[in-house]
Nanobody
């Protein structure tokens, strides 16, 4: 069982930055993959970024060059640094952990990009 707690969402103007955090209840170096997904109203949940246990990362095309996923194994925390935010980035962002064949989800944190 893995519990995930997100923080760091909020309201930001276009072009601004936010950093999301996801604290896990277990040592994240043992987790196969951790990632961030988002879901906008009326749209399906989509992958934003992932980081594998090896350190390899992958990103959705829509966020490449603007978002960066990273992790701090000592704090059991994964981060999503979001720069140059656009109104279309507005969504609920969910932390995900894929561990021993099971997907675990956080409760989500709202990110709103608006002037």
């Amino acid at each position: 069982q893995v519990q995930l707690v997100e923080s760091g969402g909020g309201l930001v103007q276009p072009g601004g930055s936010l950093r999301l955090s996801c604290a896990a209840s277990i040592r994240i170096f043992s987790i196969d993959t951790m990632g961030w997904y988002r879901q906008a109203p009326g749209k399906p949940r989509e992958l934003v970024a992932q980081i594998h246990r090896s350190g390899i990362t992958n990103y959705a095309d829509s966020v490449k060059g603007r978002f960066t996923i990273s992790r701090d194994d000592a704090k059991n925390t994964v981060y999503l640094q979001m720069n140059s935010l656009k109104p279309e980035d507005t969504a609920v962002y969910y932390c995900n952990a894929y561990h021993y064949g099971t997907n675990y989800w956080g409760q989500g944190t709202q990110v709103t990009v608006s002037s």
